[in-house]
């Protein structure tokens, strides 16, 4: 299965800054990656879908980049209710897997 | 609105049976490919198994193969995941979710619902 690994584990930010988390897979997954945004005691929102496609209702200080092994999801400029764990998802060979997570908290 | 409502969760003993529904609504039920993911205590998220929409055709990771059956009965708007010989590593908060209609990630979520596996 193809793994998928997210980096840094924790980004430490103010809001206005600029976000930019990484996600590497261990073998090629072409387009095939989605980012998802997490807060405690929430639902899942999928954010961007095929590496650069926002999701519907999806604010547009949210982007996603990238192909093959290595993509980005950059917030241009973090607001309040951005601060939470977002992770990875590939949908390309075999099981769906998911990235182990990066924690943007409130500097 | 589209909603999605777990139930079903709570405690079990190891080796136990637990059965989770998930209620849909607002939306067309039968159309959406529909799944299962879970995320265990401080760990991150991880798919369990989907179903097709008709229900045809079902997917399991393999942690979990051979002990869960995912269902969905489209006449209900609800789908299952029938969960035996659970083990305390499937202590987790289990998510349904839908598919996007044109690709494999999931687009709503419901609120989770927690299963805790202990003697």
């Known amino acids: 299965e193809i793994v998928l690994t997210q980096s840094p584990g924790t980004l430490s930010l103010s809001p206005g800054e600029r976000a930019t988390l990484s996600c590497r897979a261990s073998?090629?997954?072409?387009?095939?990656l989605g980012w998802y945004q997490h807060k405690p005691g929430q639902a899942p929102r999928l954010l961007i879908y095929?590496?650069?496609n926002r999701a519907s209702g999806i604010p547009a200080r949210f982007s996603g980049s990238g192909s093959g092994t290595d993509f980005t999801l950059t917030i241009s400029s973090l607001e309040p209710e951005d601060f939470a764990v977002y992770y990875c998802q590939q949908r390309s060979n075999g099981p769906p897997t998911f990235g182990g997570g990066t924690k943007v908290e409130i500097k | 609105e589209v909603q999605l409502l777990e139930s079903g969760g709570g405690l079990v003993q190891p080796g136990g049976s637990l059965r989770l529904s998930c209620a849909a609504s607002?939306?067309?039920?039968?159309?959406?490919?529909m799944r299962w993911v879970r995320q265990a205590p401080g760990k991150g998220l991880e798919w369990v198994s989907s179903?097709?929409?008709?229900?045809?055709?079902?997917y399991y990771a393999d942690s979990v193969k051979g002990r869960f059956t995912i269902s969905r009965d489209n006449s209900n708007n609800t789908m299952y995941l029938q969960m035996n010989r659970l083990r305390a590593e499937d202590t987790a908060v289990y998510y349904c979710?839908?598919?996007?209609?044109?690709?494999?990630?999931?687009?709503?979520w419901g609120q989770g619902i927690l299963v805790t596996v202990s003697s």
């Open positions: 607002g939306f067309s039920f039968s159309s959406y490919d």
């Open positions: 095929d590496a650069s």
């Open positions: 179903i097709t929409a008709s229900g045809t055709g079902t």
């Open positions: 073998q090629s997954v072409g387009s095939y």
């Open positions: 979710a839908r598919l996007l209609l044109t690709s494999k990630y999931c687009d709503y």
